[in-house]
């Protein structure tokens, strides 16, 4: 069976949202709606081969390690085998490592080798079981070539639970010579202790396994176990960045909270090891919230992509951020590489078919829409997303079953089903009564004054969504095809400069490229 239902079920949808608005919300409208420059300087790849490996061979999915430990409790001790191994690879130059929430979708679950190599688009699997004692932990590994199903080859450790740290760093280091052999990729570069005392370490453990449940409880006493690692050993850095993580996300489900809380933990953990990311992309967020360092936030982003350039997560935000700023084809490498790391996540999955959908690219941006939304991805601007793409792909009888969906969900009027259809339906585009819509999602009434040739409507409605604090991320819209009437109006740079951050986008622009619709021009945008 397919393991993209299973996903969906397991992942917090709450704290995804949550977490995808807010900091959304305060790096776009930061940027953009702020007065003063902001010089940005993020280390984008410039070309598609910087992201994906030379070699398609070098990628592996590492899935969860079975306990078999004599004691069920040691399961958090498995996990955590498992994350680290993960972590350590990540760091190979040239390897693709899939993410956790991927590869952990398949824990517990009886799916062939092949059908996971399939999904994660990954030439190796890599399988272990970890059995611990109080004295002793044994792991013992297999690397399986995916496409035969064959062993590659498989070893087996046993050292005093003491030795944990380099225990890890063993497996990682013998994986990556294995892979090396047949592969071009780099050295594995070895990790030092990040703690001296062995029953901190296991308190952290516990922590990140309650982490990683996104529930409002476990992360509640997963806060609590990080604090108990850190009175363990005060200069563990690792805890300090959970702990920032664990208040952050409370943070984001309960505002009430002192955003100070989470940014001390991180800057702390940051001062004990600044080659930590997490904690710079905290502090980063930190700035983009209302009084805080634009200029500053944004460097540190910068920070936080060449410190860890494989995350996920840094790669999926930092393609947010740009998709303001018009270079859709450099923000599409980084939404690429995002989903080629989680390809079972569905917020990447589905800002990967935003973007596509910025770039026309309908057919695409249906197919990771979709995904999303089998994976559980739902939300208002999901479904106008997608009722968007199915409109420009004239697919009349999905629009008009989509849009049916989507009028139940979110309350809209018979009218708006019958405009949908009309927009797939180009002949009858004409005539199109937008009085007669009512209250509408702003892409789609955005999407139907552009196809309607009504331009003001779309530039009013454009500035009153960019005023508004839930407009984000608004300002990519901007770069629509649909828009390119909008954009060719004589007073298209006047407009920009009266309603938005005009030196900032200029700043983004002058080093990183002007917006790929736009030839460069300091003072005004020639676009089509």
């Known amino acids: 069976q397919s393991i993209t239902p299973q996903t969906g079920k397991k992942l917090d949808r709450m704290i995804m949202v949550v977490l995808a608005l807010a900091l959304t919300y305060f790096a776009v409208d930061k940027f953009l709606l702020t007065n003063g420059p902001a010089v940005i300087d993020e280390q984008i790849p410039a070309t598609q081969s910087e992201v994906v490996p030379a070699a398609s061979d070098a990628s592996i999915a590492v899935l969860p390690f079975r306990n078999i430990s004599s004691d069920p409790e040691n399961e958090y001790f498995a996990d955590g085998m498992t994350e680290e191994v993960m972590g350590l690879l990540a760091n190979v130059r040239d390897l693709r490592v899939i993410s956790r929430s991927s590869s952990f979708a398949y824990k517990g679950l009886a799916v062939p080798v092949r059908q996971i190599a399939q999904e994660l688009s ?109 009175e363990m050993d005060p200069g563990f850095a690792l805890a300090h960045a959970g702990l920032a993580s664990a208040l952050y996300i409370d943070f984001l489900s309960n505002p009430l909270r002192s955003m100070d809380e989470w940014r001390q933990r991180a800057n702390r953990a940051h001062e004990l090891d600044p080659t930590l990311a997490e904690p710079v992309f905290l502090e980063a967020d930190y700035q983009l919230f209302p009084g805080g360092d634009v200029e ?128 797939a339906d180009t002949e009858h585009m004409a005539g199109v009564d937008l009085d007669d819509l009512g209250e509408l999602p702003f892409l789609l009434r955005f999407d139907i004054c552009l196809r309607s040739g009504e331009l003001q409507c779309a530039f009013d409605a454009f500035a009153a969504r960019m005023r508004e604090k839930s407009a984000v991320p608004t300002f990519s819209l901007i770069w629509l095809e649909e828009a390119r009437p909008l954009r060719e109006q004589p007073g298209f740079t006047e407009w920009l400069q009266k309603n938005f951050n005009w030196p900032a986008l200029t700043a983004h622009w002058t080093v990183h490229g002007w917006p790929d619709v736009c030839p460069s021009s300091v003072d005004s945008l020639d676009c089509r």
């Open 296 to 423: 500053k936030a944004i460097s540190m982003i910068s920070q936080a992509l060449s410190l860890e350039p494989n995350s996920t997560w840094i790669n999926f935000m930092v393609s947010i951020y740009w998709a303001a700023g018009g270079s859709l084809e450099r923000v599409l490498i980084l939404a690429e590489k995002a989903q080629s790391l989680d390809p079972l996540h569905p917020m990447i999955n589905g800002n990967l078919g935003k973007v596509h959908l910025l770039l026309d690219n309908n057919a695409r941006a249906l197919h990771y829409l979709n995904l999303a939304s089998e994976l559980g991805m739902g939300g208002e601007l999901h479904w106008t997303n997608k009722a968007v793409v199915l409109a420009r792909l004239g697919d009349v009888v999905a629009t008009r079953e989509h849009a049916r969906e989507v009028a139940q969900t979110l309350d809209l009027p018979e009218s708006y089903v019958n405009t949908m259809v009309r927009l």
């Open 122 to 230: 990954v030439a190796h699997i890599l399988e272990g079981s970890v059995r611990r004692s109080e004295q002793k932990v044994r792991i013992s590994v297999q690397l399986i070539d995916a496409r035969s199903d064959d062993q590659q080859w498989s070893k087996t450790w046993e050292k005093s639970a003491s030795d944990i740290f380099d225990l890890q760093n063993e497996v990682a280091l013998e994986i990556a010579a294995q892979l090396q052999r047949t592969l071009s990729i780099g050295e594995y570069s070895r990790r030092d202790n990040p703690t001296n005392n062995l029953e901190a370490y296991h308190v952290y453990l516990r922590a990140r396994e309650l982490w990683w449940r996104r529930e409002p409880e476990s992360v509640d006493q997963s806060i609590r176990m990080f604090e108990r690692a850190i």
